[in-house]
Each structure stands twice: as C-alpha cells, then as structure tokens.
C-alpha cells in the first residue's frame, strides 16, 4: 500500500491529497505509538507502586480501552484511504 511505502515528504507537491492524507495516517501512527508508551509506563507504575492502585486507576483510566479503539480507528482509516488511493 501506498501509505506504508512512501514518508510524506518523498511524495510529489504535486500530489497535495496523498500527501495530506499521508499526514494523517503518520500522525494517528504516532499517537499510537505515544498510547503505548503510556501504557508501559502505568504498568510499570503498577508494578513499582509508585502510587496507590486508587490514584493510578484515577490517573490512567480508560488508557487500554483508548489504545483498543485507537489501534482499530487507525488500521480501518489506513484500510479506507489506501482503498481511496490505489482505486
């Protein structure tokens, strides 16, 4: 797929679409990638008892159900716009 081969910046300006959309799948990418450092980081602060288990739920509530939604809304986006692109 289109998306998963080419940076934003190697597309061509005159492609100002793909790139737009490129930008959006590299975006919701790297607010994955930032969901799942938090989420190493509330395990190891569950681990470590860095806090009361009260105060880290209150903290980190609804991460992993964020991340669960998050994961799917990104893959159904990237599936939609390289079915977009490549038809």
């Keep these: 797929p289109l998306f ?3 940076p934003a910046e190697e597309i ?3 492609e100002p679409r793909l790139k737009v959309l490129k930008e ?6 790297q607010y994955m990638a930032d969901l799942e450092k938090l989420q190493s980081y509330a395990a190891e602060c ?3 008892h860095v806090l009361p288990p009260k105060r880290l739920e209150a903290i980190f ?3 992993d159900e964020l ?3 998050q994961r799917k809304f990104s893959l159904q986006m990237e599936s939609v716009l390289n079915r977009e692109v490549l038809t």
Excluded: C, P, W
């Excluded at 959006?24 to 990418?29: C, F, R, S, Y």
């Design 4 to 6: 998963a081969l080419q």
């Design 46 to 48: 569950r681990t470590d």
């Design 24 to 29: 959006m799948i590299d975006t919701e990418h």
């Design 61 to 63: 509530n609804n991460l």
């Design 12 to 14: 061509s300006v005159t």
């Design 67 to 69: 991340a669960d939604f």
